[in-house]
């Protein structure tokens, strides 16, 4: 193994083990220390556990809408109780390794208690309170940006392709221009994903600080959870050759 175990990336500090329902996810001090602002993942669920499969139906499209709703409620409930928050409304993107960002406003916000989801979307930011910023991932590094005193959280999914196309790089400044934050008061986070030297073809991590840092954010954390060294309790697409679940990382304002 490469990269520390989950149990010494715990020992840190950078994260912290909770469960809720019999799904273990980790927050995070350096995000959950900005007042009203939460941000968690969920790690490795245990096989055939109800949560695990709706995460892998997420971006299924079918004809059974119904189902389909009743599955994201499932998880969004969830997501109210482990974000401590009365309500609140879920988007996710349809994630396509790109590098396309949406702003959530109040003209294209889900109404209370729904989900809605952006075609070719890999990332998500937003100024208003009770919008969980949702991405899904296994390898593949979700990313956090949030600042407490412009009140504005953002959450990206960054794989190869999407980091070849500096996607941190451009959303951290749509992120400063866009939603009036300054970049020295931001917060980074990076989220359990492949490990620098885990991942042949880039070292994720890397890339990903020193867009961040080339954007102007000062404070980046990463944890340093990689998830290919830690397979009983994370995802990973390599290292399981596809056949893998997700895990679900998400940013509120409360
Ligand atoms: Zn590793």
């Not at 273990?24 to 969920?42: N, V, W």
């Not at 096989?47 to 971006?59: H, N, Q, T």
């Not at 941190?168 to 990076?190: M, Y």
Request: glycine fraction near 8%.
């Amino acid at each position: 193994m490469r990269h520390e175990s989950l149990d010494a990336v715990l020992d840190r500090g950078d994260a912290v083990l909770r469960e809720l329902d019999g799904v273990r996810y980790l927050t995070y001090p350096a995000i959950d220390e900005l007042p009203g602002i939460r941000a968690l993942t969920t790690l490795r669920q245990p096989g055939g556990s109800p949560f695990a499969a709706v995460l892998d139906r997420w971006d299924e499209r079918t004809d059974n809408l119904t189902e389909t709703l009743r599955l994201h409620r499932t998880v969004g409930q969830w997501l109210i109780g482990a974000c401590n928050v009365d309500q609140a409304s879920f988007v996710s993107g349809r994630q396509i390794h790109e590098d396309r960002y949406v702003i959530v406003g109040p003209a294209n916000a889900p109404a209370p208690n729904e989900l809605c989801r952006f075609d070719q979307t890999d990332a998500l930011m937003t100024a208003l309170p009770r919008i969980a910023l949702v991405v899904l991932t296994a390898d593949c590094v979700p990313l956090f940006l949030a600042d407490a005193q412009a009140r504005a959280v953002c959450c990206v999914h960054a794989g190869k392709v999407g980091t070849r196309k500096q996607i941190a790089l451009q959303v951290a400044n749509a992120f400063f221009e866009k939603l009036g934050v300054r970049p020295q008061s931001t917060r980074a986070l990076i989220g359990p994903s492949i490990g620098d030297g885990c991942y042949a073809p880039l070292p994720l991590w890397r890339e990903n600080l020193e867009q961040l840092r080339a954007a102007g954010v000062e404070t980046i954390v990463n944890p340093g959870l990689c998830t290919r060294c830690n397979p009983d309790h994370c995802y990973s697409y390599r290292a399981e050759k596809g056949f893998t679940g997700r895990m679900l990382s998400a940013i509120i304002i409360a």
